[in-house]
């Protein structure tokens, strides 16, 4: 194998190893302990654990994993929950609550599809319940689209789902973002190796993603699955009615972005797979670069948008979109330097259902200076700080426990 065909191959391999919200094949660092009961469900499964006290369907609080590609993981769904900043699970189970965690076969089926695990598991919580307790349903990022679906969906069909309080949790109620760039990025490597592409054309991601590219040479724009999605949720009203409706959201409200400023190189790569590629946060105005793709792989190729805010410097929760790229590509021999490994992908505001993100003025929003009646939700935090998207810390985790139903 000559040197050139040699550098193909490493190329190759690199594009099948990053993942969107964390890196393929990654596993939790720690087992999670074993659960009191285990549910198969119509495509998935739900973990459960029992509170303090009597054991058995107590106080129960439902909550659905977010995106990803395949099916959940639950070893990191619970350490995500239980041993970063804010120990979740065992404060939950020390006040008598139940946790029914409920995982996807395939998290990056459509929001619709997973709604009908996220009922079946809803329905056998209620059908197992002991005492009269209201019950907490609700999920982590796409995980919380897909509980709002699906109560507003049981209303609709006058199901009772015996819900007191619906929580969402860094949920992208108007849209999530990952850079266009990135996006492109994608297509470019899919040839090849198609497992990162899979991940942001998946049906949930297409349904969350304020604007999806079809190919790296397509204009960037809202994915048909997203309209029908909208569609179909304004059909069974848009939220659940009979619940209170609390959203958090992992960004900050007072319009202070992440530092993240625009134009500015976030990623660049120096060779030997992908020597002349780099991103650039997104920026307004048209014509607006975001990435110069080049490499073994082929190229040059740039990469712009028209029109659009600054979405990656935005407030909100963060996804480590140029990190998780960088680690895969160094990993693989290339020379990068990760100027920004972090960028927005949940803006504040529409973690709180308040304002949309085609603006700059909407999207930047001091929301303290909102009228709060302008959020879909009936109450709602945003963090003092741009975190991890859906990270529990101590914050929002506290605020979500001194709100559960009684």
């Known amino acids: 194998m000559s040197v050139a065909d040699s550098m193909v191959e490493r190329a190759k391999r690199a ?13 939790a660092a720690a087992p999670a302990p074993s659960s009191d009961e285990e549910w198969e469900l119509p495509g998935g499964r739900a973990r459960v654990y029992y509170g303090a006290g009597p054991k058995g369907m107590v106080r129960p609080v439902v909550l659905a994993d977010g995106l990803g590609l395949g099916p959940t993981d639950f070893d990191w769904l619970w350490n995500r929950m239980e ?3 804010f120990p979740f699970v065992s404060e939950l189970r020390r006040r008598g609550r139940t946790l029914v965690l409920v995982g996807f076969a395939e998290r990056g089926a459509s929001v619709l599809q997973n709604a009908e695990t996220m009922t079946a598991a809803v329905m056998r919580t209620v059908a197992e319940q002991l005492g009269g307790a209201r019950l907490l349903v609700g999920g982590f990022g796409t995980g919380g689209l897909v509980a709002r679906y699906a109560l507003a969906r049981m209303e609709t069909r006058r199901l009772d789902h015996r819900t007191g309080v619906y929580l969402s949790f860094d ?3 108007r849209g999530a973002w990952l850079p266009i760039g990135l996006q492109a990025f994608a297509h470019h490597l899919a040839p090849y190796d198609d497992t990162y592409l899979r991940q942001i054309s998946s049906p949930a991601a297409r349904q969350l993603l304020w604007r ?15 309209t029908e999605f909208k569609r179909k949720l304004h059909d069974v009203g848009g939220w659940p009615c009979l619940p209170r409706v609390l959203a958090v959201s992992s960004g900050r409200g007072d319009g202070t972005g992440n530092g993240v400023r625009a134009g500015a190189k976030t990623l660049s790569c120096a060779g030997p797979l992908f020597d002349g590629t780099r991103f650039l946060a997104q920026a307004q105005g048209r014509q607006a670069e975001v990435a110069a793709v080049h490499g073994v792989l082929g190229g040059p190729r740039a ?3 028209d029109g659009f805010p600054e979405l990656d410097g935005a407030p909100g929760g963060t996804l480590e979109s140029f990190g998780l790229l960088a680690d895969a590509l160094a990993a693989a021999g290339e020379d990068t330097e990760a100027a920004h490994r972090s960028v927005c992908f949940v803006p504040s505001v529409s973690a709180v259902a308040i304002r949309d993100l085609d603006q700059q003025d909407d999207l930047y929003a001091d929301i303290g200076e909102l009228p709060p009646e302008d959020s879909e939700a009936d109450d709602f935090l945003l963090s003092s700080g ?3 998207h859906a990270l529990m810390t101590e914050e929002l985790g506290s605020w979500v426990l001194d709100r559960l139903p009684d």
């Open 386 to 388: 741009n975190e991890a």
């Open 303 to 305: 990469i712009t948008t």
């Open 83 to 85: 041993n970063g900043p």
């Open 212 to 226: 999806h590219l079809d190919g790296i040479g397509a204009t960037p724009q809202e994915s048909p699955l997203r």
């Open 171 to 173: 949920s992208p109620h």
């Open 15 to 27: 594009a099948g190893s990053f993942g969107l919200v964390t890196p393929v094949g990654a596993r």
